[in-house]
């Protein structure tokens, strides 16, 4: 999220079992936030990490890219 209008970009999916999707993200103005919904299943117990990268592929303008990458994990038993 930033202050200022972007144009439009990829946004590159990383799920549990190394699998990639890209995701066209559109133009946003600054403040705005897109949501996209995937759907995955889970294959195995234990730790099932994804991560996520913004602006992937480096279209839009940023001044600081080291805030484009989050990863979030499910445990199941």
Known sequence: MGQL???SSKAKVIFPNGKTK???VPKLKGGQTYLK???YKVGRA???EFKV???SN???WESNTFNNVTKR???LP
């Open 5 to 7: 209008s972007t144009g």
């Open 22 to 24: 890209v995701i066209s």
């Open 37 to 39: 919904t995937l759907k």
């Open 46 to 48: 234990g730790r099932n």
């Open 53 to 55: 990268i913004a602006n």
């Open 58 to 60: 480096f279209k839009a």
């Open 73 to 75: 994990a499910l445990i």
